[in-house]
């Protein structure tokens, strides 16, 4: 059996997070997962439909990935991905990076992987690995899925060769930091400010504030949108709760962020967005209640409440990121 030495696998609620942190712990910079996601300008929204999507999906984060490209110049990382259509290439990527004694980030569709419990199709799932034998692989997953865990070598190398909406040629990674890295406090404006004008200042409108006003308006045809009412709403809803992080859509994540950041800086901006972000995160989850019980029951006038609802949100989250896009001022 072939295993980095002073490996922390601790499991976090987000994946990629969770293999940020793993991989920067063995470098001896370990960060809070909210700061992790908060320095890697982490929150965002999106609600995306398509023709060939059997139903709507909320997104609360940027698209896999950059999250850990943000946070790597953020913190001024060397960050070393690693891409490939071979499989024979990708093993020797991977097992040539554990030997050397690093762990490695992966990129690859969870639901190949054996200890998973919910067989769903995601290809922007991250882990990180830290050993191999000739049966299995050795990686930290998410708290959710059991921190360490371990899957065949032949399931990872499907997961990791899987194609489909937002996966990666058999993606690796690494992480390096400095000798003199960067302390994490003098980062903490330029990456809020960069995802309050993201946020504020979407190229269209299914993304930041304007996605969730114009997801409060569609919201409400939702009944009529799902081929299967019943499975599909609820199963939306449960994709927020869950999949968004703790429930909120990634809101908790950022809020908690923003608290340990009122904590490091004396700003009444920061203050603000702290109180907004509490508000909101509170309101995402009554939303998907709402559109669970409008699933359950068919009765649209919870639809109405939950875009309304929606309504509110784009408003608040739209002060909220006013406010925090002043903190650099």
């Known amino acids: 059996m072939t295993m980095v030495h002073d490996i922390d696998t601790r499991g976090a609620q987000h994946c990629e ?29 999106v609600y995306w439909d398509s023709k060939n ?3 709507p999906f909320l997104g609360g984060r940027v698209k896999p990935f950059e999250l850990t490209r943000n946070l790597a110049a953020t913190l001024g990382l060397e ?36 200890y998973f419990g919910s067989k769903v199709h995601f290809g922007g799932h991250v882990v990180a690995m830290y050993g191999y034998d ?4 050795h990686l930290v997953d998410t708290e959710q899925q059991g921190g360490a865990v371990t899957t065949t070598l032949a399931s990872l190398a499907q997961a990791r060769a899987a194609r489909g909406p937002m996966t ?16 994490p406090r003098s980062r903490i404006v330029p990456a ?9 200042d979407p190229p269209i409108a299914n993304l930041g504030h304007r996605g969730i006003e114009k997801a409060g308006k569609l919201v409400r045809g939702w009944l009529q949108r799902a081929d299967d009412p019943q ?3 609820p199963q939306a809803a449960l994709l927020m709760e869950r ?24 700003s009444g901006h920061l203050r603000t967005g702290h109180r907004l972000y509490t508000e909101a995160a509170t309101a995402w989850t009554e939303v998907a209640a709402l559109i669970t019980t409008a699933g359950v029951s068919g009765d649209a006038r919870c639809l109405a409440q939950a875009g309304s609802l929606l309504g509110d949100l784009a408003r608040l989250e739209r002060e909220a990121m006013q406010a925090l896009s002043r903190l650099g001022e």
């Open 192 to 200: 809020i400010t960069a995802c309050a004008d993201a946020f504020l």
């Open 17 to 45: 997070t969770t293999a940020l942190g793993v991989l920067l712990r063995h470098q001896g910079l370990d960060l809070s997962e909210p700061m992790l996601f908060g320095l890697g300008s982490g929150l965002s929204f």
């Open 243 to 266: 999949a968004g992080t703790g429930g909120a859509l990634f809101r908790n994540l950022y809020r908690d962020f923003l608290g340990e950041c009122a904590q490091l800086l004396d």
């Open 168 to 183: 990666a040629r058999n993606r690796s990674f690494t992480l390096t930091a400095p000798s003199d890295p960067p302390a």
């Open 231 to 233: 499975r599909d709403l």
């Open 134 to 137: 000739d049966h299995d692989a």
């Open 79 to 114: 960050l070393a991905v690693r891409e490939t259509t071979s499989a024979r290439r990708a093993w020797d990527q991977v097992s040539t990076a554990i030997d050397a004694g690093h762990p490695v980030g992966l990129q690859l569709d969870s639901y190949h992987l054996d």
């Open 53 to 55: 999507m059997g139903f």
